[in-house]
């Protein structure tokens, strides 16, 4: 079986992550947010992926080449304009339209059992299967009623909440028949979710509950959650296996002064200095050759490669985007988000969420709220 991964969409709600990187190479624990995904696929006996691509596409084709890094022979189609979902999967039809089919939206984190999904799918001879999850608040997401035998009774997307009678959504996953392309107008903008889905309601759709670990990390406390999914283990991903009983994983050799303290869960990207009096954790994960000075401490946040901290900065809930740097005595905390290449210098207190323009500089004692 073959499957199409979206990746066209813009990232809004990363932003400024998402400015510089496009969202499937946002790391997460250091690598690539989209190779998770790839490596799931492998694991379930998955050969071929097709990548839908529209924002910056560059540095996805780049990465991955032709997949066979990861086992897997890797396509790729950017749309010169969004099309959409389904338009986006009409666009390469001729790469998957020779059986059954898989589409993943590209920034799911799970560990859901394709194989079960796709056994499932055959079993009721199918048009369409919707993985379907559970979650607390259904309104940012495709809502899912099915019958009892699991056959999709309505889909609502991004539904109001009086609307709202299943704690059931969409988790971005699909096995699709190819008949379902001649329900797709080609070469046009036209959605899975406003168009597709609702037309097949009664005509061969069908709904596979999981409770597999599942997160889409479009918003930046989601990013940080599913960060702190990995490091406790909730979601079974390759990072596991680095995860020590202790829950301390070192990517490579790292230079750990004495007095430097690590509290764990947390995990190092190789090539970090990190020196006497700093302590990192619980909850960090630094990417590749950062430096962390004395007296810093990290945590429940993201740094991604390259990053600085000098003298006695506090990151606490926040992410700092590859490259930028903390000036003394600096508190980034309250799920702020420094940008690529940023430079904020000592003595500002960056809190309540505020996102910083990759590049800007931010003048010593600036900002102090
Ligand atoms: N190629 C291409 N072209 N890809 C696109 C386009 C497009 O025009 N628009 C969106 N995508 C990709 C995005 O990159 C993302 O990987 C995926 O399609 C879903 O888009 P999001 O923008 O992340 O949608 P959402 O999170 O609001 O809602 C979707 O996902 C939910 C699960 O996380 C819907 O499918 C919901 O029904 C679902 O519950
Ligand atoms: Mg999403």
Known sequence: MKAVILVGGQGTRLRPLTLTTPKPMVPLANKPFVSYVLERL??????????????????IKSYFGDGSDFGLKVTYVTED???????AVKNVEEYVRDGDFLVLNGDILTDLDLRSLIDYHNSKDAVGTIALTPVEDPTAYGLVRTGEDGAVLGFLEKPSWDQINTNLINAGTYVLKSEVFDLIPPGREYSFERGVFPQLVGKGLYGYRSD????????????????????????????????????VCMQGEVHLEAGAKLVPPVIIGEGCVIKAGARVGRMAII??????????????SILQEGCT???NVVVRHSIIARGASVGKGTIVAGGAIIGEGARVEGDNILTNHVRIYPGTVIREGSIKF
């Open 42 to 59: 492998r694991d379930h006996g998955i050969s071929e992926v097709v990548f839908s691509m529209g924002y910056l596409p560059d540095g």
């Open 81 to 87: 304009r969004p099309l959409g979902t389904a338009g």
């Open 212 to 247: 597999s670990y599942w997160m889409d990390i479009g918003t930046p406390e989601k990013y940080l959650q599913a960060h702190y999914d990995i490091l406790e283990k909730n979601v079974e991903t390759s990072v596991s296996d680095c995860l020590d009983q202790d829950f």
């Open 287 to 300: 990417g590749a050759g950062c430096t962390i000075e004395s007296g810093s401490v990290v945590e429940e």
């Open 309 to 311: 901290l000098e003298e």
